[in-house]
Each structure stands twice: as C-alpha cells, then as structure tokens.
C-alpha cells in the first residue's frame, strides 16, 4: 500500500488525498519519493505490508524506479532512430556524409566567430566566390593558404543554413590548425520503425556500460588522485548543456534525455545508503543474516547517506556556479 505519493522534496506546497494515498507536491522539484506501508517494519502478518513481503519481493518493488529509467531511455533512444542518428560515416557511406564540426577550440577564430559542435560545413566563400566542399583535406589546404584573410564559411545549422566570416591563423598552437576546429565525415541514419526498438535497445546496452565505465574512472580518479573529474557535471552543469543541445535537433535532444535517463538508473543503483541499489545491499545483507538489520539503524544509515548526496550535490554545484565565469 502506498501511503505517500511527493513529487520534489519538502517543505510541503500543496496535498491531496485520493483513494487512500496522499499526493504531496514539495517546493524543491529535484526528484521524488514513494512512501509504502511497511517499510519502517511495521505490519509483518498483513499482506499490504511490504514488510511481510519475501526478500525478492522487496527487490523487485524497490528496483522499480532504476528498471523504469532504463525503459524510458529505451522508449527515447528508439525514437531518436527513427528521426535519425547521426554517426560517424565508413567508406560506404562517406559519398552521403556531411563534414562535420565535432569540437571548437577554445579561444580559436572558430570559437570567437560562432562555430559550434554539430556544424555541418556546406560551401565555402572566398572574395565572393563560392566553392563546394567535399573533402576535409580540400578545406585544411584552403584555409592555410588564407591565413590572415578574411574567408566565409557556409554552415548547416538545425536545419538552417548561415554564414560566418573569419580569418584563419597564420600560426596556429602546436597540434590545432588555422581555424581551431576538429572535423569528421558525418552520417544521418535513419532505421526502420520496425527495427527502432531493436536499435534503441542497443544504443541503450551501450550508454549504460559508458556510464558505468565513467563511473568506475570517476571512483579511480577520486580514490587515487582524491580529484573529481571536470566531466562531472550536478544540475547547473545539465542545464547549461540542455541548453546547448537543444539547438542541434530533436534527435539529440532524445538522445540527451535518455542518456540522463541511463545515468540516473546506474548511479541509483549504487551500494549507496539513502539510494534505491543501497537498500537492495541491505536486503542481500538479510538474506545471508537470515535476519533484518533495525528498521531504526537502516534509517539512521539511509539520513546519513542521503545527507552526504546533498551536500556533494551542493558541492558541485557550486563548481558548475564557478565554471560559469
């Protein structure tokens, strides 16, 4: 039996009770909880309790939020491939393939000049003579010979074409070129409806080992270099990159969302106290116990836990705060 139904967490806004729950909506909106009968201990002979319910029971019910999260960025990942998802292009493909901004350096003629990821180079003009570009090689070479000239580079942007004017550097730092950019011979992919739910399971197996990867380099970076790794971002770091995202497409916003999607369920999975993979460590701890932990010391773990995720949470927040500036 659920008892309480909040989205965010309190101080209470506003509640309303339907059909024996209480619906509870907190004034900070960063998350949620379910509160079930039973799981302080109570009701152990009463069949809504889920005190009274076997150990695999329990997991099953408190695992529920991770499973859901995996099959919300499946749903998100397969509609992405429907739309289209970009990758990078093989030789049978590269004749249909766009070229492709996929990183800007900072403080480069690219960057001060309004190039972003995801720009597709179309034409390039020069003295208001337009050229087609069909090779990266063809616009490296064009870009050298004009350094310290004022060059015009077409661009697709979203489905929006505009023109950037800048002047290529005469002596670029050791390892970048004339212009600051990286480029790649991009593809749009387009799959099946059919074969979409197939596609997104796949996209969805592989963030999910990514995360996990990110995550165990984190935990390495921490413990043996006691640093956290400027990749990590808390909610001020998403924001600024939904932000950015949302000017590259649906696509991308999907597959952003289900990303996001795919970190929340492994990182609530963790051993953690306070997260949902905690309590499912203190069941297996019963099972081998062949006892319960206290109701109260469990909860007592879980406060001290959830009290830590905030504080990191604050923490890195403040970083993504400072790295505004």
């Known amino acids: 039996r659920v008892e309480e139904f909040g989205f965010g967490f309190p101080p209470k806004i506003i509640s309303t009770i339907k059909n024996g729950t209480k619906f509870v909506f907190n004034l900070f909106p960063i998350g949620g909880y379910v509160k079930i009968y039973g799981e302080g201990g109570e009701g152990t002979d009463e069949k809504e309790s889920f005190a009274s319910r ?48 996929i990183e800007v350096e900072k403080g480069s003629p690219a960057e001060k000049s309004g190039i972003k990821f995801g720009d597709s180079i179309q034409k390039l003009k020069i003295q208001n003579t337009e050229f087609a570009i069909a090779k990266i090689e063809e616009l490296q070479k064009i870009a050298r010979e004009n350094a310290g000239s004022e060059i015009s580079l077409i661009l697709g942007r979203n489905g929006d074409m505009r023109t950037i004017r800048l002047a290529p550097r005469k002596d670029p730092p050791q390892g970048s070129g004339p212009l600051g950019i990286a480029l790649e011979y991009i593809v749009l992919k387009q799959a099946p409806v059919y074969m979409a739910p197939w596609e997104g399971l796949k996209s969805t197996y592989y963030a999910t080992r990514g995360t996990i990867e990110g995550l165990a380099f984190t935990i390495k970076n921490l ?17 600024i990159l939904a932000r950015d995202i949302t000017e590259l497409g649906k696509s991308y916003i999907l597959q952003f969302i289900a990303i996001l999607s795919v970190n929340l369920a492994v990182l609530n999975f963790l051993p953690i106290p306070a997260l949902d993979g905690g309590r499912v460590f203190f069941m297996i701890i019963e099972k081998f116990r062949r006892r319960a ?33």
Do not use: C, Y
């Open 54 to 101: 076997p150990i695999w029971q329990r997991a099953v019910i408190v695992s529920a939020g991770v499973i859901m999260n995996l099959v919300l960025a499946w749903i998100f990942f397969s509609t992405a491939h429907v739309l289209g998802i970009t990758s990078v292009a093989d030789d049978a493909d590269i004749k249909n393939a766009s070229i492709t901004v």
């Open 293 to 325: 932990i206290s109701p109260t010391r469990e909860g007592i773990i879980h406060a001290v836990g959830f009290a830590v995720l905030i504080l990191l949470m604050i923490l890195i927040t403040v970083r993504d705060v400072r790295n505004l500036f």
């Open 223 to 239: 413990i043996f270099e006691r640093r956290v790794p400027k990749e990590i971002s808390g909610p001020v770091g998403i924001f």
